[in-house]
């Protein structure tokens, strides 16, 4: 029997986009890049890495160790501050409080507490409570990009199912959702996060994954309502409707894979903006709460250190921040000139 | 479709919108928030005191009756009393406004001229080490965050090295501009210029491919003229929109400016009554901008179907 088409299957579209991704030197590097953040991320969600950046282990603003001289370590006796007789004045008076720090100063001496030492200087620095700005910066960037990450997962859901709804049925539903995007898009993107900010009274990293998720997703719909307006009268699709199948499965199976190179690269540009407003938030304090560290709660302190010629938190956070955003920014552009069907040959 | 009809149509559009934004905040701070009770009479009141507050506020009217209200706040322009300084609200916005503006459309035009030139550079030399050049660095520039730049510049240019004042503001527009209004407009400027420049870029090389670019080169005219007032003419239609739809974009960039440099404006207010939960405050900024937003886009499509014959629009 002569064979008269090849038994070869096509290659797949996601391994072929991959591997144009891969042939482009800037998407291979920054694919890199941002996989490499991923991982870090992952292993301080673990535990493995920046699990200690609330411990205060060095001097006051320990500076970064090339630009120090000192000896490395100074060890402060313990209790030294138990008689505070020294500290403040009582002009005289009994200090009202003397049998409890009489009690306390009797548990001390019970208990002889080790001398603590700390750190003259750290690699990255330390922080106005002698935090190590590099255990910090670990940690920040797990909230960054978690936030940022949730966020842009939660957004691009929302508005992949409204848009699919009214790009695909059209009519009532679309003058509907189209007119929710109208409102929504007609307040300034900045000053709607700070609104619905205010609303939710509770800080925290769910509150602030909500807030951009559910004020983010805009951007998503509009785009994939456009795909599935173009899709729905396609061949394919009225086919698949001859065949019987029901709306339901003409609008996920068969058209969202077609569609599903507009969600990741709108994801990924999501995932940007949202890191941004993150942060925004955070420096203002409507984000991660005091407990947490972000990126955002980082440049908050470094603004006020920068006065007193502390530059270090500062510099780590934004070259930490930059060289993510960049390199996403750079994925990004490399994602769509790779899945782009009309660059195809 | 005729140009009155066309109006017609975008304005009823408009106010409809406009009432779904009226909604929107309605259902925002009315019915997602809580109780604002509970913020307003504090930790240690009792159950008599929050119905005072309840009652005061109009809060233990129905729903429906509560956003009738609303509705009448807005159309009166008149949203009441500021929970933090009770002040009425429209006379805070009122106040506010200037110092906004102030900022506003210095930045506004300082950027358009800049962003639309280095955007032609770039377009002319497209492909060459200097349009790379320039995308590289506004790739990696526009992915630190502007709250750096902001904080650096006023650090060094201000604190360090005393050229600009750190902050303040004063009565007279002419000083503020002068004076106070200066490193704020330039940082903005900075911050802002680097996106429109890529946006202009794309739309300036929409043109510069098409027939009748190479319909003056064939008539033997200078690179120069092409670019500045063929190319130019044609792309201004996309990037005069643009401005229009991007000036709600820059009130809200001048937030963080009106805040690090504590001037008296809009933005620094929103984020006052953000930290303070000052709701009516709030509530009546939003609707303002959301306004405002409508009324430019409005204009951005007159606009476009003004400047280009060929557009009309649905």
């Known amino acids: 029997m002569t064979q008269i088409y090849s038994l070869k299957r096509s290659e797949n579209a996601w391994s072929l986009a991959l591997r144009r991704l891969w042939r482009d030197p800037v998407g291979r590097f920054s694919l890199g890049v941002v996989m490499g953040y991923l991982v870090l991320v992952g292993m301080v969600l673990a535990g493995w890495l920046g699990a200690r950046w609330n411990d205060p282990v060095a001097v006051n603003y320990a500076p970064p160790t090339w630009c120090a001289t000192a000896a490395n370590r100074v060890t402060l006796p313990a209790g030294e501050a138990w008689d505070r007789s020294s500290v403040i004045p009582l002009y005289g008076w009994t200090d009202p409080l003397e049998p409890l720090w009489s ?6 001496q019970r208990i002889q507490p080790e001398p603590v030492s700390y750190r003259l200087t750290l690699f990255f620095g330390a922080d106005k409570w002698g935090r190590d700005v590099g255990q910090k910066v670990l940690k920040g960037t797990q909230t960054s990009v978690w936030v940022g990450l949730v966020a842009a997962f939660l957004a691009t859901f929302i508005g992949t199912v409204l848009g699919a709804l009214a790009g695909y049925y059209g009519r009532g539903v679309d003058d509907l959702l189209n007119g929710f995007y109208g409102v929504l898009t007609s307040i300034p993107y900045l000053l709607l996060v700070f609104a619905v900010a205010a609303v939710f009274q509770q800080k925290g990293v769910g509150t602030l994954i909500l807030i951009l998720g559910l004020t983010g997703w805009t951007g998503v719909f509009r785009l994939v309502r456009a795909e599935y307006l173009k899709h729905r009268t396609r061949e394919y699709v009225l086919a698949a409707g001859a065949l019987g199948a029901s709306h339901g499965r003409r609008v996920w199976v068969h058209i969202l894979p077609n569609v599903s190179h507009v969600i990741l690269v709108q994801f990924s540009q999501n995932l940007v903006g949202f890191i941004k407003s993150e942060v925004i938030l955070s420096f203002l304090g409507f984000g991660v709460p005091v407990s947490s560290v972000s990126w955002g709660s980082m440049l908050n302190e470094a603004q006020n250190e920068l006065i007193l010629g502390k530059w270090w938190q500062l510099g780590v956070t934004t070259v930490a921040m930059a060289i993510f955003v960049t390199a996403l920014s750079l994925l990004t ?7 782009d069907p009309r660059l195809n040959s | 479709m005729s140009g009155l009809l066309f109006l017609v149509r975008r304005l009823g559009q408009a106010l409809l919108t406009l009432l779904g934004v009226i909604l929107l905040v309605f259902v925002l701070f009315n019915w997602v928030g809580g109780d604002p009770a509970l913020i307003l009479a504090g930790k240690m009141a009792s159950a008599q005191d929050l119905a005072n507050v309840r009652h005061q506020l109009g809060l233990d009217r129905p729903l429906w009756q509560q956003f009738l209200d609303f509705v009448g706040q807005v159309l009166r322009g008149d949203y009441g009393e500021s929970w933090a300084t009770h002040e009425p609200v429209s006379a805070i916005f009122r106040s506010r406004l200037g110092p906004s503006l102030t900022l506003l459309i210095p930045m506004l035009v300082l950027e358009t001229l800049v962003a639309v030139t280095v955007a032609l550079l770039v377009a002319a030399l497209r492909g060459s080490w200097l349009d790379q050049g320039v995308r590289m660095v ?17 650090y060094v240019f201000a604190y360090l090295w005393g050229w600009f004042p750190v902050k303040g503001w004063g009565d007279s527009v002419l000083t503020n501009l002068r004076v106070y209004a200066l490193l704020p407009v330039l940082l903005g400027l900075f911050v802002s210029v680097a ?24 008539k033997g005219l200078s690179e120069t ?12 239609i996309p990037i005069v929109t643009n401005v229009l739809m991007g000036l709600p974009g820059l009130l809200t960039g001048a937030f963080l400016l009106e805040r690090f440099f504590a001037i008296p404006g809009i933005g620094r207010e929103i984020i ?5 939960s000052d709701f009516p405050l709030i509530k009546a900024i939003t609707v303002y901008v959301a306004m405002a937003t409508l009324a430019v886009n409005l ?8 400047l280009d014959p060929r557009v009309r629009l649905e």
Do not use: K
Request: proline share 1%; hydrophobic share 55%.
């Open chain 1, 103 to 108: 009690e306390a100063r009797a548990a001390a």
């Open chain 1, 333 to 339: 552009d490399a994602l769509r000139d790779a899945l």
């Open chain 2, 138 to 154: 506004s790739t990696v520039a526009m992915s630190i965050s502007l709250l750096v730049y902001i904080i650096v510049g006023q």
């Open chain 2, 195 to 218: 996106p429109s420049i890529r946006l202009y870029r794309s739309f300036i090389l929409e043109e510069i491919d098409q027939d009748f670019v190479r319909t003056a080169r064939a």
């Open chain 2, 225 to 236: 003229r092409i670019l500045f007032v063929h190319v130019l003419r044609n792309a201004a």
């Open chain 2, 272 to 276: 006052l009554a953000v930290e303070r």
């Open chain 2, 299 to 306: 204009l951005g499509d007159l606009c476009y179907r003004w």
